[in-house]
């Protein structure tokens, strides 16, 4: 009903208007669509762990538990609603970055001090979803900083880092990397020996709840949003994206800043 009484108003402005109203409303239209399945996405993603958490209050309201029991239902139950809680804060963060495209007040953030901090995240992941762990390797490069937002720059990196070890399995080989290229840009990678991604998918791999390994994505905390937040952050922080990927061989994802976010720190050398 929109289409038509727009099109028939834009008929008195000739036809090039008309033209125009009815691009603005197909655009219209699909950021409806896109709205509308983002709120499907969204209860389903919290309706899930709801029917369980109500599930299990009901078995031990009414039924007589051995103290194991009980216990591994409220491990159960605590699992669940951390993944709430991972959800809405993935929401609120996408919610506060995916509206405006520069980042809040930019600041020089070390390098250094976001690797070993995604460092740490990634070897406590690795033990908890592995028993066989990863050989998890960093090399933090030159001494460099980047202007831009830290708890966003953060947020980027991690997600590339957290996700290249829950999809690469036990024992397999993740490396971080920071580099500083010849015309000054700065290059993160982060590259997995995991499963690798199919090319079809890789245009769609940054949408909202796309995912290629649901069950994966399940299994290991995953929310769907990793890397539409990374495709944001990068975004307001002028950056690229780059994704490589060989099924069966692993994939590496790049973020890379332009020279005018990177300063590199001079070497301070020690007398001897
Ligand atoms: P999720 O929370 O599901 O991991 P993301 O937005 O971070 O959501 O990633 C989207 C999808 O891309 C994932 O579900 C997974 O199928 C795929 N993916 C992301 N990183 C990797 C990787 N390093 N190796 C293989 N597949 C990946």
Redesign the pocket.
Known sequence: ARRVKLSVHAHAYGRNQKLLLSRDITALELAETMRRDFVANVSHEIRTPLTVLSGFIETLQNLPLKEAERERYLRLMGQQSQRMQILVSDLLTLSRIDGSPQPGASEWVLVGGLLVQCEQEAKALSSVISPLGHQIHFDAGPVSEISGVQNELFSAMS?LVT??V??TPGAGVVKVSWSVLADGRGQFIVS?S????ELEHLPR?TERF????RSR?RETG???????IVKHVVQRHNAELVIHSQVGQG?SFSIIFPASRVRQMPVLLRAA
């Open positions: 997600n996700n290249a829950r999809y997995d995991g499963p690798g991604i791999l796309y995912r290629v390994d994505s995953g929310t769907g949003l990793g890397l539409a994939s």
